[in-house]
């Protein structure tokens, strides 16, 4: 008789959804990931990408034995032998040019409360050189806290409350499936919903209404639904007189564009500004939810604010239903104490979106060692050459995952990690306010070990062991003491998860953390920087977020030949070009290969892609952006990368 069991667990990839899941184990193998029922907001429901990834946990290309590069490829090793030559190679660039010469880069690809500990054990190595800024969202947030002072976005439960949503490039049935039946719940109810991306992304198809702004013109299109409102007196005066400061010099803002020269600054019709500005004033409250894509243009800041502006406007901040909601603090419930920056003097820090250039660009001392972990940033960085090139010039790489991808091949020592599935941790989200249990559902595949025991046996090479070499649930009860004096416990949060206690609600005192105590509106607006016009290069590329994908997680078996890009079809008949063409795509830094497919549904100023695939199987699509850094928040502006297509 089979032996089976039902493992309560949580997802940890990097994803807002942050599901719980339920395990199902027969015989001590994995058979089947579903929804946990007991979730508040997973409700038994998860994404196909959570469904399929027993097939990442058991695939033949996974590593799951240490491996050391010699003069003639990859050997496999012991685990003893792999730390012991790690450990050596630190000491001795430590002793020869200070701990600095190591640059630890950690991903986003688990955040889990114990990856604390990764830093930890560099912060009492001596302190090594880590990173600031941000590869995805450090720019919505930045932006966010000049109107609120600190964003604090409604919790998705409160979405129920809503009278219609708008999801501003934003795209839930790809990225955050949980939301999908809170969005169908205010459809019954006769709510609107409304997706505004100038791709027509999955979410649409729920949606009453799509609209397609230009590339980085969604500020426009913000202002102009402002100024609809405005002129038709359906501001609210009472949080504009009473709860907010810089109003007059918004409008003073406003005031310099007509409705229809914004609405022709956008890309959209007049009677797409006056859509929203019905559904503002028809369908009250209205909750606004911004997606990651906004943040990725240097001057992102100039469109979140406005739409913070148009929900302020409207009468929909510190309203219940309402909200202009962003994201999370994924590490808001852990003891930051535990991350050891208070070990040492300030270290030195490389900026994330120049990540090639800092690491080749560093003196005194200069990078020789990069310690990489759940990250590929040879793919997924920008001007991912210049990335190879740093890697390359390196004395020692280490990294730890489960796949031999792009930056596990310039690497010279292989570490094989568990998945989630055989960890045991705990897992916050930057979707929502919901701790999780993180309960390992199988043994180690292979040889492999988690992050957690990995940096324990490490550190036992080191002066600092006894400092560092606790028990699972030692460091556990240790990291996670804010959730302790919110009145939780690790031994309930093994079978349930914890809410934050978060307001469902944020700011409905109407008070807020800027230094006037109001909301404070954008006092500055420079449209022209928005504009990223050159005919020698006439497409915006957004490289978005796979369906079946996050983000490079995925086997080099799971690449087509050539990576598809989505041009509107006028557009490839103007260049001489057809649909199902192998076509190069340019940059001023770069060149893909790629396969064109006509969209009609494609605005005709973008080149629509995926991001993700490896270069090794011919994909690489960061190839093609160069670095540059976001004006507020250090994050990568991915979607001012401008392409054009010719034949092959």
Not at 94 to 113: F, N
Not at 169 to 186: C, H, S, Y
Not at 409 to 421: G, R
């Amino acid at each position: 008789m089979s032996d089976i069991k039902k493992i309560i667990t949580t997802c940890t990839r990097d994803c807002p959804s942050t599901c719980g899941l339920e395990a199902i184990v027969e015989d001590g193998r994995l058979i089947r990931l579903t929804g946990s029922k007991t979730h508040p907001l997973t409700r038994g429901v998860t994404c196909h990408k959570a469904s399929k990834y027993i097939n990442r946990v058991y695939s033949k290309e996974r590593i799951t034995t240490p491996m050391i590069r010699g003069r003639s490829g990859w050997r496999k090793t012991s685990w003893d032998d792999a730390l012991d030559v790690i450990a050596e190679k630190m000491k001795t660039i430590r002793d020869e040019d200070g701990p600095e010469a190591i640059l630890y880069y950690q991903g986003y690809g688990e955040r889990t409360a114990l990856k604390l500990l990764n830093k930890y054990f560099f912060n009492l190595f001596g302190g090594v050189t880590t990173l600031h800024g941000s590869l995805c969202g450090g720019t919505g947030q930045a932006s966010q806290n000049l109107d609120l002072g600190n964003r604090i976005s409604h919790d998705p439960l409160d979405h129920y409350n809503s009278k219609a949503m708008i999801l501003w490039a934003r795209n839930p049935a790809t990225t955050q499936i949980g939301l999908v039946p809170i969005i169908k719940d205010i459809q019954k109810k006769g709510g609107r919903i409304i997706t505004i991306d100038p791709f027509r992304n999955r979410s649409a198809a729920l949606a009453d209404r799509h609209i397609a702004p230009a590339p980085n013109m969604d500020a426009y299109l913000a202002m102009a639904a402002a100024k609809l409102l405005i002129d038709r007196e359906s501001q609210d005066i009472d949080f504009l007189s009473y709860h907010s400061a810089g109003y007059d010099t918004y409008k003073e803002i406003l005031g310099r564009y007509g409705i229809d020269e914004l609405c022709r600054l956008a890309g959209v019709s007049r009677e797409d500004a006056e859509y929203i500005a019905d559904t503002l004033i028809s369908f009250k409250p209205t909750s606004i939810l911004l997606g990651w894509g906004l943040h990725r243009h240097k001057d992102a800041h100039f469109t979140i604010r406005a739409i913070d502006a148009l929900g302020a406007i409207s009468g929909n901040i510190g309203v219940e239903g309402g909200g202009v909601s962003q994201g999370f603090e994924e590490y808001g419930p852990y003891d930051p104490k535990c991350w050891g920056d208070q070990l040492n003097p300030e270290r030195r820090t490389l900026l994330m979106p120049y990540v090639g250039q800092e690491i080749l660009d560093a003196k005194n001392p200069p990078i020789r060692m990069v310690y990489v972990t759940a990250a590929n940033p040879v793919c997924m960085a920008p001007n991912s050459e210049l990335v190879v090139d740093a890697f390359k010039r390196m004395e020692f790489v280490v990294y730890s995952g489960h796949f031999l991808d792009d930056t596990a091949e310039l690497a010279d020592v292989f570490l094989p990690a568990t998945t989630f599935l055989e960890e045991y941790d705990v897992m916050a989200s930057f979707g929502h306010n919901y701790v999780g249990p993180v309960n390992p559902a199988i043994e180690p595949v292979g040889n492999c070990r988690s992050e957690f025991q990995m940096f324990t046996e490490l550190a036992k090479r080191f002066s600092f062991k006894d400092q560092y070499c606790k028990t699972a649930d030692q460091w556990l009860d240790k990291i996670c003491d804010p959730i302790r004096t919110w009145g939780g416990n690790l031994r309930d949060l093994r079978n349930a998860p914890f809410r934050i206690p978060e307001p469902m609600a944020p700011y409905l005192d109407k008070v807020f953390p800027t230094p006037s105590g109001k909301y404070e509106f954008m006092t500055q607006f420079d449209g022209d920087v928005l504009k990223n016009d050159d005919k020698d290069y006439p497409y915006t590329l957004l490289s978005v977020a796979p369906f079946d994908y996050i983000c490079s997680e995925r086997t080099l078996a799971d690449h087509p030949p050539l990576p598809t890009v989505r041009l509107h079809p006028a557009e490839a008949e103007d260049l001489g070009l057809a649909d199902g063409q192998t076509v190069m795509v340019k940059s001023q830094i770069g060149s893909v290969k790629a396969l064109l497919c006509t969209d009609a549904s494609t605005r005709r100023d973008c080149l629509i892609t995926e991001r993700g695939g490896w270069i090794k199987a011919g994909h690489g699509l960061n190839r093609l952006t160069a670095e540059m850094v976001s004006t507020v928040g250090n994050g990568t502006p991915y979607y001012d990368t401008r392409v054009t297509l010719c034949r092959v």
